[in-house]
């Protein structure tokens, strides 16, 4: 079993970092709006700041920025996959890239969800651990 090579994991890490950030810009949730005929206490309470609205990345957007992140591995000659998850941890999009192995398809995930978890890359992690091992 191959381990990934350390510019495998950064741009993964950059990728997944990328399609984070891009998801605070993205378009609003149709879910989080409020609707056009709110009752009265919704309203109240959004005024009174008991709701939250917040933005998620949108499945083309999710694409988008996995397809860039596979292409780019395979620039590079590398056989990996690609995940790319919202703020939640939830997946959004899964990209298995030709000849990659069949354990790269679950790591991709877990990585994925260790960096929204943390809120940095696991590049970032690896370099938290040798501060304070």
């Given at each position: 079993?191959?381990?990934l090579?350390?510019?495998?994991?950064?741009?993964?890490?950059?990728?997944l970092?990328?399609a984070?950030?891009?998801?605070?810009?993205?378009?609003?949730s149709?879910?989080?709006?409020?609707?056009?005929?709110?009752?009265?206490?919704?309203?109240?309470?959004?005024?009174?700041?008991?709701?939250?609205?917040?933005t998620?990345?949108?499945?083309?957007?999710?694409?988008?920025?996995?397809?860039?992140?596979?292409?780019?591995?395979?620039?590079?000659?590398?056989r990996?996959?690609?995940?790319v998850?919202?703020?939640?941890?939830?997946?959004?999009?899964?990209?298995?890239?030709?000849?990659?192995?069949?354990?790269?398809?679950?790591?991709?995930?877990?990585?994925?969800?260790?960096?929204?978890?943390?809120?940095?890359p696991t590049?970032?992690?690896?370099?938290?651990?040798?501060?304070?091992?």
């Amino acid at each position: 079993m191959k381990k990934l090579s350390v510019r495998t994991r950064v741009l993964t890490g950059a990728a997944l970092v990328a399609a984070l950030g891009a998801g605070t810009f993205g378009a609003v949730s149709a879910s989080a709006s409020t609707p056009a005929a709110a009752p009265a206490a919704v309203t109240a309470d959004a005024a009174d700041g008991n709701l939250m609205q917040s933005t998620h990345l949108t499945v083309e957007a999710a694409t988008k920025a996995a397809r860039a992140t596979l292409d780019a591995a395979e620039k590079e000659n590398q056989r990996v996959s690609v995940a790319v998850v919202d703020r939640n941890g939830n997946t959004v999009v899964t990209l298995r890239g030709d000849g990659a192995g069949p354990q790269s398809y679950e790591s991709a995930v877990k990585k994925a969800y260790t960096a929204v978890s943390w809120n940095a890359p696991t590049s970032e992690l690896v370099k938290r651990l040798e501060n304070a091992p």
